[in-house]
């Protein structure tokens, strides 16, 4: 699949977000990494110009909360609700809720094998195959976690 | 309607999001549509890895945007021949790729289409021009002869090289430096670099009539950039260009038809195991391409 990897905001820790792009890309995936300090506009366009299947948001900075849900704002609006979007980094169980409500269908915090991360994609593809709720703008209420 | 004649009947009237999934599909399609357009401007971009071809085409790309220029850039990378994966990370170093609305940046990687990528490169341009995007740019990495030579179907090709002078011997050998139209060593900012531009004209005065340029920029200060821009723009095709085009065109479609034959497969695995020659597989190959295999 092609996968954007994106790091939106003022956060300059990338290691995660290579480490996940690495991981993806031996598990014979497109990657796409967008580099760092992306805006959510910024970020909704790489996903329609890249024409990827899924997004996954790399943030440690503590705005999970207010970026995430303007990027699932935007890929709707945009036309991209079919992307599937999946988060990592630093991100508090008291905030999983608010994400999900979003239309992100994974988060993974520290310690998160890689393996998981490709087995969510797996299950992910499955899915949109079965036409079962698994991009952003479909229904909520499945997630990986 | 096929889907991609309505998808560029929908990305020609601005839609943004059927110009993207079109690209995907000229990508993926068993056989690549023939588009054209008269207007099109492509420049081909290589040289080798870590040479600062990124960071110099999204320099170009800024300068272009001002003179309300729309930017395309179509960045090829290789696939992991292991997992068949590949890691995109050219636009992160093109500073000018999130331009906005001006500037259109895909990645692509080079080995997920049935026959190879090349054939499909070119459609994919001229969808691009038919939509109204003015500069269309195709950058690869210089790895390897064919990455090479795509970029070299374009209507004018930059050769970008680093300080080290040693990076450009690549290039030589797959004939590129003679092919180039404008030749930038980037990284003037570092030592060496016009030591390393001298050396490549000097390369160049050994044939006659050579009037091309070896101009020094800086991608990082953005030094020598305009420069650099109006001699792409000035730059008149290469002599030897056509016959060059239609040469690669036809080598690359020859490839494509080898790499999507029905025993190319059969025939690896007969090679490996011996149970057959190289002269008997192609032999084979030719039987079977013949009669439209």
């Known amino acids: ?145 | 309607m096929s889907i991609i004649g309505e998808l560029l009947e929908l990305a020609t009237s601005g839609d943004r999001r059927s110009l993207s999934r079109l690209i995907t599909e000229i990508a993926e399609s068993s056989e690549p549509p023939k588009f054209h357009s008269d207007t099109i401007w492509t420049l081909g971009v290589t040289g080798p890895p870590g040479s600062g071809k990124s960071t110099l085409i999204g320099k170009l790309a800024k300068h272009w945007v001002d003179s309300g220029d729309r930017v395309a850039v179509l960045a090829l990378d290789p696939t992991s021949p292991i997992s068949g994966g590949s890691f995109l990370a050219d636009r992160i170093r093109m500073e000018g790729s999130d331009l906005g609305e001006n500037v259109f940046v895909r990645s692509i990687a080079s080995g997920n289409s049935p026959g190879g990528i090349s054939p499909r490169i070119w459609p994919m341009c001229h969808a691009l021009s038919l939509c109204g995007w003015s500069r269309i740019v195709v950058e690869t990495v210089g790895t390897g002869q064919s990455e090479f030579r795509i970029a070299a179907l374009a209507d004018r090709l930059l050769l970008v090289d680093g300080p080290d002078r040693g990076d450009i011997i690549q290039a030589e050998k797959a004939g590129i430096l003679e092919l180039a139209d404008v030749i930038a060593v980037n990284k003037s900012d570092l030592p060496g670099a016009s030591l390393a531009a001298q050396s490549i004209r000097t390369s160049l005065d050994l044939s006659n009539d050579d009037s091309r340029e070896v101009l020094l920029v800086s991608a990082l200060e953005g030094d020598g950039v305009e420069k650099l821009a109006s001699a792409i723009e000035s730059c008149k095709p290469h002599s030897g260009r056509n016959e060059m085009i239609m040469r690669e065109m036809l080598i690359s479609e020859w490839d494509s038809i080898l790499l999507s034959h029905p025993e190319i497969d059969e025939l690896i695995r007969k090679l490996c195991d011996s149970s057959i020659t190289i002269d008997e597989a192609i032999e084979s190959l030719r039987k079977t391409a013949h009669n439209g295999g």
Do not use: Q
């Not at chain 1, 967008?34 to 024409?51: A, F, Q, W």
């Not at chain 1, 609006?77 to 999900?100: H, K, S, W």
């Open chain 1, 1 to 145: 699949m092609r996968v954007v990897i994106a790091k939106p905001g003022l956060d300059g820790h990338d290691r995660g977000a290579k480490v996940i792009a690495r991981a993806l890309r031996d598990g014979g995936h497109d990657v796409i990494y967008t580099g760092l300090r992306k805006t959510p506009s910024e970020i909704v366009m790489i996903v329609n110009d890249e024409d990827a299947e899924v997004l996954g948001i790399s943030t440690l900075s503590g705005a999970h909360d207010s970026l995430i849900p303007k990027i699932c704002d935007g890929l709707r609006e945009g036309g991209l609700g079919d992307v599937i979007v999946f988060a990592g980094g630093i991100i508090p169980d008291r905030d999983l809720e608010l994400l999900y409500k979003s239309g992100v269908r994974a988060v993974f915090g520290p310690g998160t094998p890689t393996s998981e991360v490709l087995a969510f994609l797996d299950e992910a593809v499955e899915r949109k195959l079965k036409n079962d709720p698994i991009g952003v703008g479909d229904d909520l209420g499945w997630n990986w976690n």
